[in-house]
């Protein structure tokens, strides 16, 4: 009985630091997944082709990687309560270094923006990730991390529709071909115009960023203890001997790859077919991931275990590939039920659909991963998570250096979306066998 009194005591105690760290989840979602919209209206805006257009993504995610080691010092310097307010205000001077870029048009001053934003949701999400399992009973630390995975992916829904509503109201025709068909005078009077509608999103952006720098800072949130979290043990180097870390970070890389290929590109696909609010698209990729989080949520481990659901994954992610690259390009009775109501018509392919679908079928691979890569590491479990984090250089590698050549040698963005078939083959090995290796010998 006192017990479970305890218990309750706890979970009352841990309802504020929640709801913090849900606010921070939001904005982990809302952020990372307006690239998806920005990236066609880039393109767009800065006379971009795909390949270029495809930096977007890399500056941001290339980020996680150039960063996390100091990222991580200044970590041990400030506590992770710190940590989280300086990551909070790297990310708000990020958004208004939007403001010059609009103004000056210049591509560069995007990309050094986005790695701004890259950077602090780098030391965000590193501070903010060991909440989520310390705030409230160790029993409902799954449940938890369930629920801050909706909470970013439904942001992700979000983010694309309030860019368009933002920025593209009124543009139905706001693409490469429209604007070759005007005069040079009028191309510049309307992208001056266009452009100049994204400086106050960004603008209100930094301003709740900044008010979230204060809330966290003064918030009274516990501090963690850095030696509980068992970042003093072992080298960072001793986790290279246990295979199915080292494989599960290649896993994830793969999964980074194909889930940002799955979010950003159909944009870009549905800009290249002349579809009318092409840059609301992702959001449909997000609401099929949101989906696929709430059948892991009520489905592993009462009815599907966590290798199931990774195996389950690969399979269908595959199978959504080849629908993408060997789909019609006309659109069924299926793809008007899942589209005719949006407005991105007149016609919606199937193989936007089956893009869309790929938020559905890899939804599952990031909370399966983990338990499998980390279990029987014991105080190598720090060093392990970190090695995992490191995977998600492939939102930055994948997209830029696989996608984007593919698609410019074939003329069409479809064909970029080979690079995903081996990704999901790589996860399908380590569901099957590669989360069981556990000697290089």
Aim: charged share 10%; with cysteine.
């Amino acid at each position: 009985m006192e017990s479970a009194v305890s218990v309750q005591r706890e979970t009352r105690s841990s309802l504020l630091p929640m709801a913090i760290i849900g606010m921070l989840f939001f904005i982990f979602g809302f952020v990372t997944w307006l690239n998806g919209s920005l990236m066609p209206f880039l393109k767009v805006l800065c006379d971009l082709t795909e390949f270029q257009a495809l930096f977007v993504t890399f500056a941001f995610y290339i980020a996680y990687t150039v960063m996390a080691l100091p990222m991580s010092f200044i970590l041990r310097k400030t506590g992770y309560r710190d940590g989280m307010a300086i990551g909070l205000a790297i990310m708000a001077v990020a958004a208004l270094i939007f403001i010059p870029a609009v103004q000056t048009g210049s591509y560069l001053v995007f990309l050094v923006a986005l790695f701004g934003l890259g950077a602090g949701l780098t030391i965000l999400q590193t501070a903010s990730n060991p909440y989520v399992v310390k705030v409230g009973p160790a029993e409902s630390a799954a449940m938890r991390i369930a629920i801050m995975g909706i909470i970013s992916k439904s942001a992700g829904v979000l983010a694309p529709l309030a860019f368009t509503a933002l920025v593209l109201s009124g543009l139905t025709d706001f693409n490469s071909e429209s604007l070759a068909e005007l005069s040079a005078a009028e191309r510049e009077v309307q992208l001056a115009e266009v452009s100049s509608r994204l400086i106050m999103p960004y603008f209100y952006m930094a301003i709740a960023l900044f008010a979230l720098v204060g809330l966290v800072k003064f918030s009274g949130l516990p501090e963690i203890d850095e030696d509980d979290t068992g970042q003093s043990e072992g080298s960072f180097l001793d986790i290279l001997r246990y295979p199915q870390v080292v494989l599960g970070s290649l896993a994830l890389f793969a999964y980074v790859g194909v889930e940002v290929i799955a979010g950003d590109t159909i944009g870009l696909y549905g800009e290249g077919l002349g579809l009318s609010n092409y840059a609301a698209l992702t959001s449909y990729t997000m609401v099929f991931m949101v989906i696929g989080y709430t059948i892991g949520v009520v489905g592993i481990p009462r009815f599907i275990s966590q290798q199931q659901a990774l195996f389950g994954s690969a399979v269908a992610g595959s199978l959504c590939v080849v629908g993408v690259l060997f789909g019609s390009q006309e659109s069924t009775l299926l793809a008007d039920i899942l589209w005719g109501w949006s407005g991105i018509a007149p016609v919606v392919p199937d193989t936007i659909t089956f893009v869309a679908l790929m938020g559905l079928s890899h939804a599952l691979v990031w909370p399966a991963v983990w338990p499998l890569a980390l279990d029987g590491l014991g105080r190598l479990t720090a060093q392990g998570s970190a090695l995992l984090i490191m995977g998600i250089a492939g939102g930055a590698i994948i997209p830029t250096f696989g996608f984007g050549p593919l698609s410019e040698i074939a003329g069409e963005v479809r064909t970029g979306y080979w690079v995903a078939l081996p990704c999901y083959l790589f996860i399908l090995f380590y569901a099957l066998k590669g989360h069981k290796i556990r000697s290089w010998k």
